[in-house]
T-cell receptor
Framework: AQSVAQPEDQVNVAEGNPLTVKCTYSVSGNPYLFWYVQYPNRGLQFLLKYITGDNLVKGSYGFEAEFNKSQTSFHLKKPSALVSDSALYFCAVSFRSSNTGKLIFGQGTTLQVKP | KAGVTQTPRYLIKTRGQQVTLSCSPISGHRSVSWYQQTPGQGLQFLFEYFSETQRNKGNFPGRFSGRQFSNSRSEMNVSTLELGDSALYLC????????????FGPGTRLTVT
């Protein structure tokens, strides 16, 4: 079965410190990989995607993610966390082979950045 | 460019009733996908419409249905509501071709009593 795992329900970091939110996936083939962020009572906002090429992708608000094919991981990172980064983060995959709008999401990780 | 809009934002319905939710995609986007978000099950894919045709479907019962109009606007219908249908329903639009990301609306919060 196709699945996405975010092993940490919550990540706590101090403002100014680097942050990492982990994601691993188990899908057949070569998926597209995405990160989304959700603020309270809001929809999801697209942060970044990996399609092909350079394993380090840069996205919105200073976030980046590193694709590791051998470890089937796509961890989200930011060099210096802000209090305003506190939100719920989702990793997701879609499928190259079927060109459809079906995203499979991880269960989400709450990021708490403390001043 | 205007974002994805969903109406209504909040709904309260009674068990057994039916409900229709609406989604207007970003201008030029031809694909609309629907997702259900609950605390227990997380984000689950319902279905996707592209050019008025259902292109993919998730594992939900037949009570959940949708359609897409020629202007790409989409509606989702849930019949015979159950308490477990209480959720945030999100729609997302995209170009529908190539290497695309989806853009989400703010969601419709459905409460079934």
């Amino acid at each position: 079965a196709q699945s996405v795992a975010q092993p940490e329900d919550q990540v706590n970091v101090a403002e100014g410190n680097p942050l990492t939110v982990k994601c691993t996936y188990s899908v057949s083939g070569n998926p597209y990989l995405f990160w989304y962020v959700q603020y309270p009572n809001r929809g999801l906002q697209f942060l970044l995607k990996y399609i092909t090429g350079d394993n380090l992708v840069k996205g919105s608000y200073g976030f980046e993610a590193e694709f590791n094919k051998s470890q089937t991981s796509f961890h989200l990172k930011k060099p210096s966390a802000l209090v305003s980064d506190s939100a719920l983060y989702f990793c997701a995959v879609s499928f190259r082979s079927s060109n459809t709008g079906k995203l499979i999401f991880g269960q989400g990780t709450t990021l708490q950045v403390k001043p | 460019k205007a974002g994805v809009t969903q109406t209504p934002r909040y709904l309260i319905k009674t068990r057994g009733q039916q409900v229709t939710l609406s989604c207007s995609p970003i201008s030029g986007h031809r694909s609309v996908s629907w997702y259900q978000q609950t605390p227990g099950q997380g984000l689950q894919f319902l279905f996707e419409y592209f050019s008025e045709t259902q292109r993919n479907k998730g594992n939900f019962p037949g009570r959940f249905s949708g359609r897409q109009f020629s202007n790409s606007r989409s509606e989702m219908n849930v019949s015979t509501l159950e308490l477990g249908d209480s959720a945030l329903y999100l729609c997302a639009s995209s170009t529908g071709t190539g290497e695309y990301e989806q853009y989400f609306g703010p969601g419709t919060r459905l409460t079934v009593t």
